[in-house]
């Protein structure tokens, strides 16, 4: 049944076969337009610490998930990331092959471990993809 077609019966009602077209645009927010800004034209990233629980965050962020209080103090992050934990993969979500392998990390913002190494400032548009690597100190 047409998702337009006059309904007689309540019934008919329960199941349709058809598709609805849906369009929506993801935004950083506030806070994460200013971590990617700091990113892409800086090459560092912008950290917030709550004034309360003195918690810091890694993107920035407007408010603290933990007092629920507004994070009004953002800086760029000092210290360098310790790459905790990485892997490579070959494929995508769905098992199919991709042209270049991508590695992922989990890195730790602790003691000094490691410097990202970041894409060409022309290059950088302000995503996660900027960091290339990051290298030994």
Known sequence: M???EKITQPLQARHWTDSIPLEYHYTAGVAG???RRELKENGRFLSS???????SYIPARM???ACFIEI???APLEETGYVYSHTTVNRNRTGEPISEPLTIALIKFE???GVPVLKDRRERTGALTDI??????
């Open 2 to 4: 047409p998702i337009l």
């Open 33 to 35: 337009e200013a971590f």
């Open 49 to 55: 610490k709550c004034a309360k629980c003195k918690s």
């Open 63 to 65: 408010f603290c998930p």
């Open 72 to 74: 009004t103090d953002d």
């Open 111 to 113: 003691g000094v471990k």
């Open 132 to 137: 290339v690597a990051f290298k030994p100190q």
